[in-house]
Nanobody, 128 residues
Framework: QVHLVESGGGSVQSGGSLRLSCAAS????????MAWFRQTPGKEREGVAI???????YYADSVKGRFTISQDFAENTLYLQIHSLKPEDTAMYYC??????????????????????WGQGTQVTVVS
């Protein structure tokens, strides 16, 4: 099973940028659908961005144009570049992986219950 470790969170001013990283313990190429979710206390986990092994990406409407998901197969690392941060982006951000044929994400889009492997989360706090 793959182990995921997120990093890169922190406290940032509104309008600022962050890059979150998620290091996987094994190769994710053609094996895993990878995703970022976020969650605030008392709310359900929300899908933010998802990426296939062929680099097809999907974004939640609330983050389109501001968030970019990417992956580096050589480093087995998933990234989330965030620009123009808003206070409502404040949340714990989680990296998730699900083993799928060829790393395709069909049927998994923004469905946290479909993902088996999760990191411990990294906190993003946006102050105005």
């Amino acid at each position: 099973q793959v182990h995921l470790v997120e990093s890169g969170g922190g406290s940032v001013q509104s309008g600022g940028s962050l890059r979150l990283s998620c290091a996987a313990s094994e190769s994710i190429r053609n094996s895993y659908c990878m995703a970022w979710f976020r969650q605030t206390p008392g709310k359900e986990r929300e899908g933010v961005a998802i990426i296939d092994s062929d680099d097809t990406t999907y974004y939640a409407d609330s983050v389109k144009g501001r968030f970019t998901i990417s992956q580096d197969f050589a480093e087995n690392t998933l990234y989330l570049q965030i620009h123009s941060l808003k206070p409502e982006d404040t949340a714990m951000y989680y990296c998730a992986a699900e083993s799928t044929p060829f790393g395709y994400c069909s049927g998994l889009i923004f469905k946290p219950y479909k993902f088996t492997y999760w990191g411990q989360g990294t906190q993003v706090t946006v102050v105005s």
